[in-house]
Each structure stands twice: as C-alpha cells, then as structure tokens.
C-alpha cells in the first residue's frame, strides 16, 4: 500500500506532468525543426510565434465567451485555435514575405538568417505585449479535472490522490493527433513530400520542377499551426504570459538539438528527454521517500536536486552534454 502511495505521488507530481510538458515541447520543437530542415536556418522567433498564435486565440475565446458560445466541459480555446491558426500564419508568412525572402534571394549566410530571425523575435514580442499586455492571462474555462485527487482517494483507498488535469490530457490527446496527422503528411501527400524532396537535396528538387516559393509558404503554414497549437496547450495548462514563450526558447531548441535538429523523429523524442529532465530533477522527492523508507529513515528536507527555478538550467546543461558527445543528437540530424 505504501508503494502504491509512492508510485501515485510520483506518477501526480512527475510523469503526468512531464508527459504533458514533453508532449507540448515535441510540437515547439517540430516547429523549429521544419524550419532547419526546409529553410535552413534556426527560427529564433519560434517561440514569439507560439505567443502570438496563443494570443489571437485568446482574443477569440474571450469574445466567444462574451457571447455565450462554449464547449461545455471542454475548453472554449478548442473552438478558437482554427482562428490562432489562421493569424499565426498570416504573421509568419508575412514576415517571410517582407523580411526572410529578401535574405533567401541573397543566398545569405543561414547565420545572418538566424541573426534576422533574433531581430523578427524582438518586434513580435513587443507586438504581443502590445496587444494584450505584459501580465499573465487567463483563459482556461470549462472542467478543470477529469479526475481529481479527492475522487481519487475515494475510489482506491489510499491515502495519496492522483489528479489528472482536462488540459492535460487535451495536450496529450492532441499532440498525439496532430503528430499522426504531419506525419501523414509528409509522408502521404505530394506537397509533403516535395518538402522532404527539397529538405533532402534542394538542387535536385528544383531541377525536378518543385515550386520553391510554394514549399516555403507550406513550410511557414505548418510550423505557424504547430507553433500555435502548442503555445495554446502550453497556455491551457500553465497560464499565458507572453515572456515566458520567449523563456521556452531554450528548451525548444534544446529538444530539437538533442533529438537531432532537422529531424522530426527526433524533436518529439527531444522534447520528452528534456521533459521528463527537467521534473525529475527539480522535484522535491520527499514525500515518495517517506513512503518507501522506515520512520527513522525519513528525511528531513525537501530532497531536491535543483529548485524549480533554475529548471531551464537542466536543459542547456543537457543541450552542452549533447553538443559535446552526440552533436548529430540522439536520432542523427541534420549538421550542416
């Protein structure tokens, strides 16, 4: 029974947790993988783009709830994403329209690219705080538990609850679909594997007739809605705050490096390494230890490595130890 408790308040506290944050760094890092794979540059501003899609669909969801309009025990933000979407990839491929394209046309350096896409960041930034303010928002409405920890309890016997949250559990239904669905993709469709076919060797694909221009605004489309989707579910579950997208940055990217950069395999694996690295070793182990050890052996402290607050310290830890050993990631990426 005491290992039961143990394993309930390990699983509440680290791996429903760090499933979900995996599952929305995946689609941050998808995002940013598409890009290095296709573009060949990395996006900077990916994370001001996860920003301003959440933010346009919290516009939507904010006047849809004005009007009564809801999905009951679901989220309003589900019915609002598709216009999230749709702004995101306005912005993106205005951006590529007036700022990117002028550089690809110039056959620039992808570090001045990477440099442009610093500059991109900033100007997105400032138009989210702009918008919709500096502050924290939020935006989640309907149920808030598909199971909470006291129904928990009731139902087991134990003494330790499992909560398990409905945007939890939307992030990883979602993510789950939205990868089948870009893998299906890429794979299936003829769009999709023109964009493998100029990612593998753009000379070639060029030479067999494939629309440059338009590989590169499908490109800016399917990172905006990845970008979106996962600033909403990253919202959903944690709060909007627009620097915080500008925070995640790191472990994006470092998802995407860890797992191999330019490989989209790789970013999801990435995502849940860094995840699962990040809880693990800013939880506080204290209360599973007290299960699992005698009374005279039970600690006196909190047992945590590293406070929560150094949590994107793990990530460039982890992101240094790849470069060092592994610089291809742990699916072999893309290097030059």
Same mark, same amino acid.
């Given at each position: ?23 929305? @760094? ?9 890009i290095y794979?296709?573009?060949?540059? *990395?996006?900077?501003?990916?994370? +001001? ?9 919290? @516009? ?9 309009? =809801? ?24 951006? +590529? ?11 620039? /350096? ?16 400032? @138009? ?7 502050d924290g ?10 199971i909470s ?9 134990? *003494? ?8 939890? /559990? ?10 089948? #669905? ?18 593998? =060797?753009? +000379?070639? /694909?060029?030479?067999?007739?494939? =629309? ?23 919202? #959903? ?17 470092? *998802? ?67 470069? #060092?050993?592994?610089?291809?990631? @742990?699916?072999?990426? =893309?290097?030059?």
């Amino acid at each position: 029974m005491e290992f039961l408790n143990a394993f309930v308040a390990f699983s509440n506290f680290v791996i429903v947790p760090a499933i979900a944050y995996g599952s929305q @760094l995946a689609l941050g890092a998808l995002g940013v993988t598409l890009i290095y794979g296709i573009l060949r540059f *990395s996006n900077f501003a990916h994370g +001001d783009t996860m920003a301003f899609g959440a933010m346009v669909t919290i @516009l939507v969801t904010w006047w849809f709830q004005s009007m009564g309009i =809801n999905l009951g025990p679901m989220p309003t933000a589900l019915l609002a994403l598709p216009f999230g979407i749709a702004g995101a990839a306005l912005l993106v491929l205005a951006t +590529d329209r007036m700022v990117y394209r002028f550089y690809r046309a110039q056959k620039a /350096a992808p570090v001045i690219l990477v440099i442009v896409s610093m500059g991109v960041m900033f100007v997105m930034n400032g @138009l989210v705080r702009f918008i919709i303010g500096p502050d924290g928002q939020q935006f989640a409405d309907g149920e808030r538990f598909i199971i909470s920890a006291r129904n928990f309890k009731t139902m087991t016997g134990l *003494s330790e609850g499992l909560a398990f949250r409905t945007s939890q /559990a939307i992030t990883i239904v979602t993510a789950v679909i939205v990868v089948a #669905l870009l893998f299906w993709f890429l794979n299936k469709t003829r769009t999709g594997k023109s964009m493998r076919a100029f990612s593998d =060797n753009e +000379d070639l /694909a060029l030479l067999s007739g494939i =629309n440059p221009e338009r590989v590169v605004a499908y490109t800016w489309i399917i990172v905006a809605a990845l970008a979106t989707i996962a600033g909403v579910l990253y919202g #959903l579950d944690k709060g909007f705050k627009p620097f915080t997208y500008f925070q995640l940055l790191l472990p994006i990217f470092a *998802s995407a490096i860890v797992g191999g950069l330019g490989n989209p395999l790789g970013a999801i694996a990435g995502g849940f390494v860094i995840a699962f690295s990040e809880v693990t070793v800013t939880y506080a182990y204290k209360k599973v230890l007290i299960y699992l050890l005698p009374e005279s052996l039970e600690p006196s402290t909190l047992v945590q490595l590293l406070s929560t607050d150094y949590k994107f310290a793990v990530s460039f830890a982890i992101l240094i130890i790849v470069l #060092l050993f592994k610089p291809t990631g @742990l699916f072999k990426g =893309n290097t030059a």
